[in-house]
């Protein structure tokens, strides 16, 4: 296994424009996490699975953000009509429900909306 | 609802010193404490996990201790070299593997 992995790792689109993100987690964890980070911030939590059940959504993810993970391993977060606020690091992270294994991120989504 | 500190939010050390890290958090019923590394435009690496029964975890140069009682945690850099210029984020869950509350992290420098 080698790791979260998350695509595309920038993104550059026009302000309007709907934008799709893909995480693909650690193959054993069964939950998932997303989470965004502005400049000089730490990430937020935006929402989270364990395996294909969305268990939280923040008041961060608005009505134009929608998250899924169909068949409880990969996970796609959409924006629709994107604005210029909502440029910053989509960060992914997996986990175990039980245990105490702490929590794996990828790399990150750098989205900018121009 | 729990609040995560990390003061100073920058840091620059000449190579060689030994420093530490504070991160404080207001509600003290955690489940554990992660400390994380994130370079400039990249992701978050785990540095250390220690859980809410454990005083401190080590590995390598660096040495994260855990305080429930007051709140705090710190993370030890022995020796700090350049390539340790980062910054440093602590996150707690909210319940067992639950979402995490992050710190702002501290943005660390260490000159040649």
């Known amino acids: 296994d080698t790791g979260v992995s998350q695509n595309p790792r920038h993104k550059i689109t026009k302000r309007g424009q709907n934008v799709t993100f893909r995480c693909d987690p650690i193959?054993?964890?069964?939950?998932l996490y997303w989470y965004r980070q502005t400049l000089g911030q730490g990430p937020e939590f935006l929402t989270y699975?364990?395996?294909?059940?969305?268990?939280?959504k923040s008041r961060l993810l608005s009505d134009r953000f929608s998250a899924e993970r169909p068949k409880g391993s990969f996970s796609t977060l959409e924006i629709q009509r994107t604005e210029q606020g909502d440029s910053a690091m989509y960060l992914c992270?997996?986990?175990?429900?039980?245990?105490?294994?702490?929590?794996?991120f990828g790399s990150g989504t750098r989205l900018t909306v121009v | 609802k729990q609040e995560v500190t990390q003061i100073p939010a920058a840091l620059s050390v000449p190579e060689g010193e030994n420093l530490v890290l504070n991160c404080s958090f207001t509600?003290?019923?955690?489940?554990?404490l992660q400390w994380f590394r994130q370079d400039p435009g990249k992701g978050l690496t785990s540095l250390l996990l220690?859980?809410?029964?454990?005083r401190e975890q080590t590995s390598g140069r660096l040495n994260a201790s855990l305080d429930k009682s007051s709140g705090r945690s710190t993370l030890y850099i022995a020796a700090s070299q350049p390539g340790d210029s980062a910054t440093y984020l602590c996150?707690?869950?909210?319940?067992?593997?639950?979402?995490?509350?992050f710190g702002k992290g501290i943005t660390l420098s260490v000159r040649p």
């Open positions: 220690i859980q809410s029964s454990q």
């Open positions: 509600d003290s019923a955690i489940y554990n």
């Open positions: 193959s054993e964890h069964n939950r």
């Open positions: 992270a997996s986990s175990f429900s039980m245990g105490t294994g702490g929590y794996t």
């Open positions: 996150a707690v869950p909210t319940g067992a593997n639950s979402k995490l509350t």
């Open positions: 699975f364990q395996n294909e059940a969305q268990l939280e």
